[in-house]
């Protein structure tokens, strides 16, 4: 089953702050992060691995909440090369391995 | 490096036909995958492979065949291509999770649109 990512789409100004949201029904592994720009593929940000880890990179930081099964991606201060489709995928903790992504949240960032 | 390369990255085929598409790594990852993006649906996974010779399926496996007889390949065969088989293609593969982070490296993708 897909976790579920929101919002679908969101607009900003640079310098603006943005928050995505994952949550998944099953009890998960861990947590990944990709970026996809159009006409690309997706490319990996980040992986968080234990509850209630943070971690970052940047002005873009994750968080992974064990026990809700959710994660949060934070973009703070966003530029325009932060554009592009925003993909949580998760890994169960059942111990298969596949990775299951989420729908996807479109970011736009305008000058 | 070449990393992950797929080909072709773009196939028009009929209804009826069939094809695969390829997937081939130089990076020695023993875990390699299938997704296909359709719009509005994210990456949905076809089927993957934790080794040669190992093959699982995935959340949309109907329609489609996969292998695994090297470490370094993993085709994706289409044996009767409808229209829903139309889509962007991706393999991505990975270390594994055993190596500390199952982190995924994507291919280049191939478009299949099927007439």
């Known amino acids: 089953q897909q976790p579920v990512q929101s919002p679908q789409a969101v607009i900003l100004r640079e310098g603006e702050d943005a928050v995505i949201n994952c949550s998944s029904s099953k009890a998960l592994y861990s947590v990944h992060w990709y970026r996809q720009k159009h006409g690309e593929a997706p490319v990996f940000l980040m992986i968080?691995?234990?509850?209630?880890e943070q971690k970052g990179h940047e002005k873009i930081s994750a968080s992974f909440n064990e026990k809700k099964q959710q994660s949060s991606l934070y973009l703070t201060a966003s530029q325009l090369s932060y554009s592009g489709t925003y993909f949580c995928?998760?890994?169960?903790?059942?111990?298969?391995?596949?990775?299951?992504f989420g729908s996807g949240t479109r970011l736009q960032v305008q000058p | 490096n070449a990393g992950v390369t797929q080909t072709p990255k773009f196939q028009v085929l009929k209804t009826g036909q069939s094809m695969t598409l390829q997937c081939a790594q130089d990076m020695n990852h023993e875990y390699m995958s299938w997704y296909r993006q359709d719009p509005g649906m994210g990456l949905r996974l076809i089927h993957y492979s934790v080794g040669a010779g190992i093959t699982d399926q995935g959340e949309v496996p109907n329609g489609y065949n996969v292998s695994r007889s090297t470490t370094e390949d993993f085709p994706l065969r289409l044996l009767s291509a409808a229209p829903s088989q139309t889509s962007v293609y991706f393999c991505a593969t990975s270390s594994g999770r055993n190596s500390g982070a199952n982190v995924l490296t994507f291919g280049a993708g191939s478009r299949l649109t099927v007439l």
């Open positions: 995928g998760t890994e169960s903790g059942t111990g298969r391995r596949a990775l299951t």
């Open positions: 968080l691995l234990k509850g209630g």
